[in-house]
């Protein structure tokens, strides 16, 4: 940069920055070992991280298909959806992101709109909608629809084991004395197979009338809800819709394994609440999405916006031949905007620039109305004990994984900002997430 590190300007101002999770954690263990050095600019004090919201939408998406993918022939599983949807690339290794995103978003609709068909209260959606219903009619259905549908409904193996009532009060006994009459049983250790066996039995209790595949579609509603939500916020930027899902969106990574996404999150509400002064928090809400054109309800995530750079980048480089040197790498790169808009200028002076003619976006309704049908034919909206078995998804929006890493998101902030000072980068506590890394692939290369 050309400038003196020890300049008291550099270790004045905070600098956002909004990376993904593996950046982000790296430069917090630089912040770590670099605890005893001379200034706020070489301490890396200065970088205010933000989250990467785009990155975190793809490791939703990827978690939730590893979750709920079941197998084929479980109604109401993703294996099952992309059976009938006969889409054979989302089931390989390295699925499109945006084959599946727009999968994902095709069987949310198809629910929704099978709840509307149950709950209208007339034959079909269009005499619905030509009775003309008032907002108040269409606010109760859809709350019907989110208690009814969207709303999972307790596995019995779990609700048979709490006892809502709290115990009574037993009466204190004198400890016994041992004695030849009455041996002493207590000093016995219990054996290991019985307790095994023990459990074995109780997990083979008939625990009531249950209806996991019913079950399971309630469970992958609510999910998929919150992802269709953060995507509908992203692009009228509405930050605070995203924030006020921060804490779900942090027992739904701790359960699903992704313990790295979860802490960042976790770290951002803190910083939000507790670090960052409302003013700066302000800043930082207001950078994470941005409107780069301008225009009504074009916002996307900030690190979509870099991707798109990195995307113009390479078309330019690539363009001079892969013997290009790093020099002509940083002309372009810092003049990126400037050539942009350079070449649409002589696109239009040409009149060679790209015209929108014939092109229309595909119509995809016909596969949320597949998924309605298919749905409707099994029934999956009715509660069914008679409905064939298949193994029961997890819940996302358990919270004892996420408390469990309270204790370790504490002893990283005593080292990033405490007196518990690391040395060495052994020291420096990392989670380490359960399920396999994104490998997202292209379309054209899942398909083979």
Known sequence: MGRDPMDPELSKWAVPSFNDQLTNSRIRSC??????????????????????????????????????????????????????????????????????????????????????????????????????????????????????????????????????????????????????????STAVPKSKSKGKAKAKADSEVDTGPDDPCHRNLRLLARDLLVVAEVTAAIPVGDFGRIEDLLPVLAAMFASIGSQKYAIEIVTLIHNLKYVWTPEFADIMRDNHLVNISGLPNHFMAIDMNIEHHIGYVKALYTAKGVHADWEHLGNIAAGIVSIQNCKKKVGLMMDVSYKKKTASEVDTKSISWDVVRWLMQEDLLSFDVGRKKCSPAPDLRETQKLFAMVPRFNKRAKELWGDDVATETDDILDEVDEIAPMEWGAAEDSEE
Request: hydrophobic share 40%; proline share 8%; glycine share 6%.
């Open 31 to 184: 912040v770590i070992v670099r605890q005893g050095d001379l200034n706020n600019w070489l301490r890396r004090w200065i970088f205010a991280l933000g989250l990467a919201i785009f990155h975190m939408l793809m490791n939703m998406i990827w978690g939730l298909r590893i979750k709920h993918y079941g197998t084929r022939d479980a109604p109401g599983s993703l294996a099952w959806f992309f059976a009938l949807m006969e889409k054979k690339r989302l089931a390989g290794e390295k699925p499109d992101f945006y084959a599946l995103s727009a999968a994902l978003s095709q069987i949310l609709n198809g629910i929704l709109l099978t709840g509307w068909i149950r709950e209208c209260g007339y034959p079909s959606l269009q005499e619905f909608a030509e009775s003309n219903p008032q907002p108040d009619v269409l606010k109760e259905i859809a709350s019907r629809i989110l208690l009814n549908y969207c709303t999972p409904i307790l596995d019995p193996r779990i609700e048979t084991s709490v006892d809502p009532t709290p115990p009574a009060p037993r009466a204190r006994q004198k400890k016994a004395t041992p004695s030849a009459s009455t041996p002493n």
